[in-house]
């Protein structure tokens, strides 16, 4: 996780092993590198997912992707992307 620029984590369907990593990114002060996504298919759940795990810190913007992996805010989703990708671009 530290190693990388953007983290991008799916909440549709969080388990043992996604809820791990998400309690890492909180105690390791890395959810500025996070993006998060979520399936159309689970996009009523989402409030749910991000109350339990998300409580104590603000809540994250959510990209919802459908059921083909496109992404319904493409350009802000990329947009938000690139800001992360930015300063490694610089120092390439």
């Not at 890492?24 to 795990?53: N, P, T, Y």
């Amino acid at each position: 996780m530290h190693s990388c620029d953007v983290v991008v984590i799916d909440l549709s369907r969080v388990k043992t092993g996604t809820a791990r990593e998400i309690n890492e990114l909180h105690k390791r002060d890395l959810r500025a590198r996070c993006m998060f996504v979520v399936s159309e298919d689970h996009q009523a759940e989402i409030g749910e997912v991000l109350a339990q795990h998300f409580s104590q810190h603000a809540r994250p913007f959510v990209y919802v992707y459908q059921r083909n992996g496109q992404l319904l805010d493409k350009q802000q989703f990329s947009a938000e992307l690139m800001h992360h990708l930015q300063p490694a671009l610089v120092q390439a």
